[in-house]
């Protein structure tokens, strides 16, 4: 079955930097899209950076220039790098395994129990 498991996040001072990571089991990774979501406390869950069906990623505007996604193929671990945070960063974060729909819209469907990242100020 697929598992995915986060790990790495922490608490930070405003300007740290941490590296998430997602061990991801029983699928062949170029079988499933794999992304990075996060929500914050009291609010909806939120793409960080999605996989588009071109092989690109977005990225939200929030994060942009500071966050990267990486994958290692063969330790099947998605990773993203997270540089200069900032306290508005501060949110659980989920690893997440999808596909396309008709439309090209990413869909995920698998997720990990996720990893909280706290920054402050």
């Known amino acids: 079955q697929v598992r995915l498991v986060e790990s790495g996040g922490g608490s930070v001072q405003s300007g740290g930097s941490l590296r998430l990571s997602c061990a991801a089991s029983?699928?062949?990774?170029?079988?499933?899209?794999m992304g990075w979501f996060r929500q914050p406390p009291g609010k909806q869950r939120e793409a960080v950076a999605a996989?588009?069906?071109?092989?690109?990623?977005s990225y939200a505007d929030s994060v942009k220039g500071r966050f990267t996604i990486s994958r290692d193929i063969a330790k099947g671990t998605l990773y993203l790098q997270m540089n200069t945070l900032k306290p508005e960063d501060t949110a659980m974060y989920y690893c997440?395994?999808?596909?396309?729909?008709?439309?090209?819209?990413?869909?995920?469907?698998?997720w990990g129990q996720g990893t909280q990242v706290t920054v402050s100020s």
């Open positions: 029983g699928f062949g990774h170029s079988s499933l899209a």
């Open positions: 996989p588009n069906s071109d092989g690109s990623t």
């Open positions: 997440a395994a999808g596909a396309f729909i008709s439309d090209g819209t990413y869909s995920p469907f698998y």
